[in-house]
């Protein structure tokens, strides 16, 4: 036996034995679900776009697995805001799907894992060489001592801003890159009789202030908002509130009962100029069978340019899920060329994978893969990376009340006390 292959053997029977040692949470070890069994996946991924992402991936475990059940536990409502309330629920009933779609970063570890409800699946990773392909910059957001506790099945921007090109053309108005810019064309829209601004319901609003409070800090300041190194008190996040109150008088007042789905379609349908909107937006425009740079345009928002603010969709193994070895199989699907290739360029997001073949892509998700490697990256609150449930709460009802009363000053106050009671501000 060579030297070369005797080190290898060495370390291969070392691994296993470590694998062995290790014992527990370690479904990957498990041979495949071909015997049957059913998995129940919980996710939000209803309509719009979203749904027929999913689909595709069930075909890849359908075709992989026939005989597993696939449960789709799917719950209407965008960003989970309804769906995370049920799965809680369900949770605290020790009724847990085998697994549910969770955010990197903060949300996962702030939560669940905090929580003892996710296995960990180092196993598994190591089973299907998911380190050599996932990210390296993704792996600390779903990690916690050592240990991986989720499958990301993409990345998603939250900083674009969509528009109508032909309004913005018939208009004279420039794709804005500043927040003056995106007012003085506000402006003009306004005074030419269009709808500048189309907005949604509540956590649309929250979304929109995560990239105003970019656009108008910078990439560093905003970081610094939630490692504490920004103050939430100063001159520059009160700049901040004011433009973000000043974007606000441009959408269009019926935002509260608006899905993000019906927001940005009034901009493919020419009823309104801008929508800002994350990536799965791209998911939907082409369900609608709408054509990139005709019916729509995108992009950073206002201030952002170079930078990409991101969120990832992940997949967990829930503690106690009835069938953790049907979970496994879908838990391989979602980290899989294979279904990640037929869910992301439905879905509008891009592989979490760095091996997906990009002319499976269209025009948008391809500059969204550019950008992604070359932008100056930071996390979404909205959708889970940099802030923990109870922050993000904190922060979500004080922007509902200053959408009702416009109270500037009240309103920094609150995000104050809430980087104080939930964040690092202590
Ligand atoms: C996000 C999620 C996206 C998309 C969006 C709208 O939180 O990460 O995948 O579903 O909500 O529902």
């Not at 080190?7 to 290790?22: D, F, R």
């Not at 990773?125 to 989720?150: H, K, R």
């Not at 921007?157 to 969509?162: D, S, T």
């Not at 996390?379 to 009340?401: F, M, P, Q, R, Y």
Request: with cysteine; net charge negative; proline share 4%.
């Amino acid at each position: 036996m060579n030297k070369k292959l005797f080190a290898l053997l060495s370390t291969l029977i070392l691994a296993s034995l470590a694998l062995a040692a290790c014992g527990g949470g370690g479904a990957a070890t498990q041979a495949p679900a071909a015997g049957g069994g059913k998995v129940e996946v919980f996710s939000w991924w209803t309509g719009g776009g979203e749904a027929a992402g999913l689909e595709a991936m069930i075909k890849v475990f359908n075709e992989k697995y026939p005989d597993v059940e696939f449960i789709n536990a799917a719950v209407a409502g965008g960003a989970g805001t309804n769906a995370r309330a049920v799965l809680a629920t369900r949770l605290q009933a020790g009724d847990p799907p085998d697994s549910w779609q969770g955010h990197a970063g903060q949300e996962l570890i702030g939560t669940y894992v905090a929580g003892g409800q996710i296995e960990p699946l180092n196993e598994l990773y190591e089973a299907e060489g998911w380190l050599a392909v996932m990210p390296e910059t993704l792996i600390p957001l779903i990690s916690q001592d050592g240990n991986i506790y989720s499958v990301p099945v993409n990345i998603h921007r939250a900083n674009v801003l969509w528009y109508n090109p032909g309004i913005l053309e018939a208009n004279g108005v420039e794709v804005p890159s500043t927040m003056d810019e995106w007012f003085a064309a506000m402006d003009t829209l306004k005074a030419a009789g269009v709808q500048p601004l189309a907005l949604g319901e509540q956590w649309t609003k929250l979304h929109l202030l995560e990239t105003v409070l970019l656009g108008t800090l910078g990439a560093d300041a905003y970081n610094g908002l939630w490692d504490g190194s920004t103050d939430w008190g100063s001159a520059e996040v009160k700049t901040a509130i004011d433009n973000f109150a000043k974007v606000l008088t441009y959408a269009n007042t019926d935002s509260a009962s608006l899905s993000w789905q019906d927001a940005a379609q009034l901009v493919v349908n020419g009823d309104a100029a801008f929508n800002v909107m994350g990536d799965w937006a791209a998911g939907y425009f082409i369900e609608l069978g709408k054509t990139a740079n005709t019916d729509y345009g995108w992009a950073p928002t206002p201030g952002s340019v170079g930078v990409f603010q991101f969120l990832s969709d992940s997949f967990v193994l829930a503690v106690g899920a009835p069938d953790p070895e049907a979970a496994t199989s879908w838990l391989k699907i979602a980290g899989s060329k294979e279904g990640q290739e037929a869910f992301n360029p439905v879905k509008g997001s891009i592989c979490a994978r760095t091996d997906c073949d990009k002319t499976l892509f269209g025009e948008y998700l391809q500059s969204a893969m550019a950008d992604w490697s070359s932008n100056k990256v930071v996390g979404s609150l909205t959708h889970g990376v940099v802030a923990n449930d109870s922050w993000k709460t904190e922060i979500d009802t004080a922007l509902g009340l200053f959408v009702s009363d416009g109270n500037v000053d009240t309103f920094q106050t609150a995000l104050v006390a809430a980087c104080t009671s939930s964040g690092p501000c202590k």
